[in-house]
């Protein structure tokens, strides 16, 4: 089986759909803050949500963590302004990867990366 990776943002009220059409990254799942709940199947759950939250999948090409870190950092690089709106300490981000297959190893120069973009790395 392969590793799967996405991208998520988490802001505590913004609209992430206007950050969403800036990333050249497929939209799998998102709502606002205040919306009302419900599951990926779209089946309705009690309550509202308390914060904005978008995930985004990465091309079938991106094959490893250290990958996934290097498709964010050039989108970032690509859109400054991006880039400034995203570094705002109001967002969450974080790159999620699922690991079926093989673990990865990540070297110094790929943290740095994720540090200096002030991005999590959630594995599963």
Not at 79 to 90: N, Q, V
Request: some cysteine.
């Amino acid at each position: 089986m392969a590793n799967h990776y996405s991208l998520k943002l988490r802001h505590p009220t913004l609209d992430l759909s206007l950050i969403a059409q800036r990333i050249p990254l497929v939209v799998t799942r998102i709502w606002r803050f205040g919306d009302s709940r419900f599951t990926p199947d779209g089946v309705p759950l009690p309550g509202r949500y308390k914060d904005s939250y978008c995930i985004f999948k990465f091309p079938e090409k991106i094959e490893s963590i250290k990958e996934a870190i290097y498709f964010v950092h050039n989108i970032l690089l690509g859109d400054p302004g991006l880039m400034k709106d995203l570094m705002s300490p109001s967002f969450e981000k974080s790159i999620y990867c699922t690991l079926d297959g093989d673990g990865e190893v990540l070297a110094v120069p790929e943290l740095k990366t994720l540090w200096s973009l002030d991005i999590k790395l959630e594995i599963d």
